[in-house]
């Protein structure tokens, strides 16, 4: 059973940066979409990026398009990072990783596939 694993979160200052981690485990690192989600107080979660462990593919919601986020993913340490610069007060959320067995489909079709959740870290973006 995939388990996944967030870290990095924390107290940010607008305009810095902040590099989440979610460590996968449980279950080969290959083969895996790993997606990004978030939730800030009082509003639904959302999708906010996403990347195939095997192939590399990669997505950004079109909210995020230009908007200062990277995902990349580190086979040796069954890890994918998400790099998020210039942060505003608006990213203020729980941001959670989550996973499932690729399929031909890209990792962004589908949301609702996500089956193995972490428990996600806080991000507080505040002066």
């Known amino acids: 059973q995939l388990q996944l694993v967030e870290s990095g979160g924390g107290l940010v200052q607008p305009g810095g940066s902040l590099r989440l981690s979610c460590a996968v485990s449980g279950s080969t690192f290959a083969l895996k979409d790993i997606g990004w989600f978030r939730q800030a107080p009082g509003k639904e979660r959302e999708a906010i990026s996403c990347i195939s462990t095997s192939r590399g593919a990669t997505y950004y919601a079109d909210s995020m398009k230009g908007r200062r986020l990277f995902v990349s993913r580190d086979a040796a340490k069954a890890t994918v990072y998400l790099q998020m610069n210039s942060l505003e007060p608006d990213d203020t959320a729980v941001y959670y990783c989550?996973?499932?067995?690729?399929?031909?489909?890209?990792?962004?079709?589908?949301?609702?596939?996500?089956?193995?959740w972490g428990r996600g870290t806080q991000v507080t973006v505040s002066s």
């Open positions: 989550a996973g499932r067995e690729s399929s031909y489909y890209d990792c962004e079709v589908g949301w609702d596939n996500y089956n193995y």
